[in-house]
């Protein structure tokens, strides 16, 4: 069974700097989807950015990229120029690249990222 | 478009009590997703419907939890009798069902606001 940690259970930065959330996990697969996913107050789960396993080239959306070690089974995200509104729950998520049978989201423990002013 | 849609908001109860979730996921998603989420926990997955069938329950606790998908649309969640650790946010997802064997971007899971429920 695949399995998702993170272990930085709050963090916080000051506006306008820069914020990496760590994630490891564990899997015996050589093909799936990583994910991060911010959850506000309202609790709407909210995809932030996406990586391909079989893709070498980490993935970017904005201010907001990942360092995917493969090898190593870390996924971080990075947040650059901090905004107010980036305070939220992250999630680190995990899912399978096939299609068959249960096609779940395996999450993390998440970590609460407060933005100071 | 409309995402998905979920009823009531929160919800308070007695232990013992029963309790019933509504999901109405996007127009045209095959599969669908319930995850329960403990406080200061990530969602964990209960059940998962494509169309009207079940993939995986093998997390649901079935002497007190159901679910149904009739007609391949809407979804309800219940729980009878509900115990104080069933306290936690119930969120439904969906997503399309792209026939393909790989999972693509197009099988994306949107998320609903979620349900919050107490109980005492």
């Known amino acids: 069974a695949q399995t998702v940690t993170q272990s930085q259970p709050e963090m916080s930065v000051q506006e306008a700097e820069t914020v990496t959330l760590s994630c490891t996990y564990d899997t015996s697969e050589s093909d799936y989807y990583l994910f991060w996913y911010k959850q506000p107050p309202s609790r709407q789960m909210i995809l932030v950015i996406r990586q391909e396993a079989y893709k070498q080239q980490n993935a970017t959306e904005n201010r907001f990229s990942v360092n995917f070690q493969k090898a190593a089974k870390s996924f971080s995200l990075k947040i650059s120029d901090s905004q107010l509104g980036d305070a939220a729950m992250y999630f680190c998520?995990?899912?399978?690249?096939?299609?068959?049978?249960?096609?779940?989201?395996?999450f993390g423990q998440g970590t609460r990222l407060t933005i100071n002013p | 478009e409309a995402g998905v849609a979920q009823s009531p908001r929160y919800k308070i109860i007695e232990k013992r009590q029963s309790v019933a979730f509504w999901c109405n996921p996007i127009?045209?998603?095959?599969?669908l997703y319930w995850y329960q989420q403990i406080l200061g926990q990530g969602p964990k997955l209960l059940i998962q419907?494509?169309?009207?069938?079940?993939?995986?329950d093998s997390q649901l606790p079935k002497d007190r939890f159901s679910a149904e998908r009739l007609k391949g649309v809407d979804s309800t969640l219940k729980i009878q009798p509900a115990k104080l650790e069933d306290s936690a946010v119930y969120l439904c997802a969906s997503s399309l069902e792209s026939g393909l064997a790989r999972v693509t971007v197009h099988n994306e899971q949107f998320f609903g606001p979620g349900t919050r429920l107490t109980v005492l």
């Open positions: 127009s045209g998603h095959a599969t």
């Open positions: 419907f494509q169309n009207n069938g079940v993939v995986d």
């Open positions: 998520a995990y899912r399978s690249a096939w299609n068959q049978g249960a096609q779940k989201l395996v």
